[in-house]
């Protein structure tokens, strides 16, 4: 499952409000990022390469292009988003309909009270015991929390020496 976890594509985008305008720029930069691993030499899918070039409205021939001038559009579009993400909730409104914007406001809303839910229950931290009260005494430390469980634990685990099972037995019921 991680395996195959590790190779699903992952677009982190929660942050941004979506809109048309900030539509474009992140499909630059995976463009780019495309033709840069391209020129490198790597396998790219025609179909792909046809797809993103459609997708992203760049009508100049990169064949024409140096790999500096690569790198440089890469940060160009990079540039480009940073710009546009920093006005992201104005530009929501731009292009489309209620009923689209009123469902995509829902899900968004949805998902911010989903992040407070789980940082508010503790799901966001980590599972590691940071402090027990034992005693009506807090113990905070590692030292101070081995102390007060360790005689608790070892209770546990000597409760059943005095159970039938582990006595000897007194009669051998005709067994040999």
């Known amino acids: 499952m991680l395996c195959a976890q590790k190779k699903c594509k992952h677009h982190h985008t929660r942050t941004v409000s979506f809109s048309a305008s900030l539509d474009l720029p992140p499909k630059r930069i995976q463009f780019w990022n495309t033709a840069i691993r391209r020129r490198k030499g790597v396998k790219v899918s025609v179909n792909?390469?046809?797809?993103?070039?459609?997708?992203?409205?760049?009508?100049?021939?990169?064949?024409?292009?140096?790999?500096?001038?690569l790198n440089v559009q890469l940060c160009l579009a990079r540039r480009d988003y940073r710009a546009a993400k920093k006005q992201h909730e104005q530009h929501q409104d731009d292009t489309l309909d209620k009923k689209v914007w009123d469902r995509l406001r829902r899900a968004e809303q949805a998902w911010r009270l989903g992040m407070l839910a789980r940082a508010i229950n503790g799901k966001l931290d980590s599972l590691s015991v940071l402090r027990v009260e034992h005693n009506?005494?807090?113990?905070?430390?590692?030292?101070?929390?081995?102390?007060?469980?360790?005689?608790?634990?070892?209770?546990?685990?000597?409760?059943?020496?005095?159970?039938?099972?582990?006595?000897?037995?007194?009669?051998?019921?005709?067994?040999?």
């Open 136 to 176: 009506g005494v807090q113990c905070k430390t590692q030292a101070a929390i081995e102390g007060a469980l360790f005689p608790i634990n070892k209770a546990k685990v000597h409760s059943s020496e005095d159970t039938d099972f582990f006595q000897p037995p007194e009669k051998n019921f005709g067994l040999p």
């Open 48 to 69: 792909l390469w046809k797809r993103q070039k459609k997708k992203t409205k760049v009508e100049v021939p990169t064949r024409d292009i140096t790999d500096k001038d």
